[in-house]
């Protein structure tokens, strides 16, 4: 694996909190990314915006103003996360799909590609820059924009089950599930635009559960627990 894109949503943040930063737990992640970079793994992140804003859970605001909220507060994100990052001893980019002022820089592909070969860690942030597409579907455009080997989806459930876990005890885990099940069985791995860009530019992913010890670094180097979802 020599190039991949790591997925974290916005709860991931806020630790038991559910909202805000809980800056052990980002720390945490941020050491094991280190510990990537440090391997010569070149490493991409999308961050959702679930801890500061849920745009479709308000009925008196505008769907596209809300949505564009919610692509300002992965941009908060991931200026916050990239400063704990630069804590622990790694170098950083933030790029957005807009004009973000001083506060980040313009999207290319050969802009984000370069700096990933020079060992930095790229933030994607924004979304795709336009309203009507989530974090899902924009982790898997810049995956695919910039040849990622893989998604890495850190999640709170342990990988894909055939009903939700958390209400069904008896649903069954995956160990591995190929985008063509997941779509036809909307097994919500990632919403279903996401799920069909995957498919159709082979884009594989991998689901596990980020609460689990180590688990990024276990992810990538062989410990896997969780599903894989194949092309």
């Not at 008196?60 to 949505?67: G, L, N, S």
Request: proline letters at 3%; glycine letters at 10%.
């Amino acid at each position: 694996m020599q190039r991949l894109l790591l997925k974290l949503s916005g709860e991931a943040l806020a630790g038991d909190k559910k909202t805000g930063f809980d800056e052990p737990t980002v720390r945490g992640v941020a050491l094991q990314v280190k510990e990537l970079i440090d391997d010569g793994i070149q490493t991409g992140i999308v961050i959702g915006g679930g801890n500061f804003w849920r745009g479709r859970s308000s009925e008196t605001i505008d769907r596209t103003k809300a949505d564009q909220i919610g692509m300002l507060a992965t941009v908060m994100n991931c200026i916050y996360v990239s400063e704990i990052f630069r804590s622990v001893g790694m170098k950083t980019k933030i790029l957005t799909p807009f004009v973000c002022g001083a506060f980040t820089e313009l999207f290319s592909k050969d802009l984000a590609v370069e700096y990933l070969r020079q060992g930095m860690v790229v933030f994607f942030a924004g979304g795709t820059g336009h309203p009507y597409f989530s974090t899902d579907t924009g982790v898997v455009l810049r995956a695919v924009e910039v040849e990622a080997d893989v998604i890495l989806l850190a999640k709170a459930v342990d990988g894909v089950y055939d009903d939700d876990p958390r209400v069904n005890p008896a649903a069954r885990r995956y160990d591995e599930v190929s985008l063509d099940e997941v779509i036809a069985r909307n097994l919500q791995v990632v919403d279903m635009t996401a799920s069909i860009l995957a498919r159709d530019n082979r884009m594989p992913m991998w689901v596990f559960g980020l609460n689990e010890e180590n688990s990024i670094v276990n992810t990538v180097k062989g410990t896997f627990h969780g599903t894989k979802v194949t092309v």
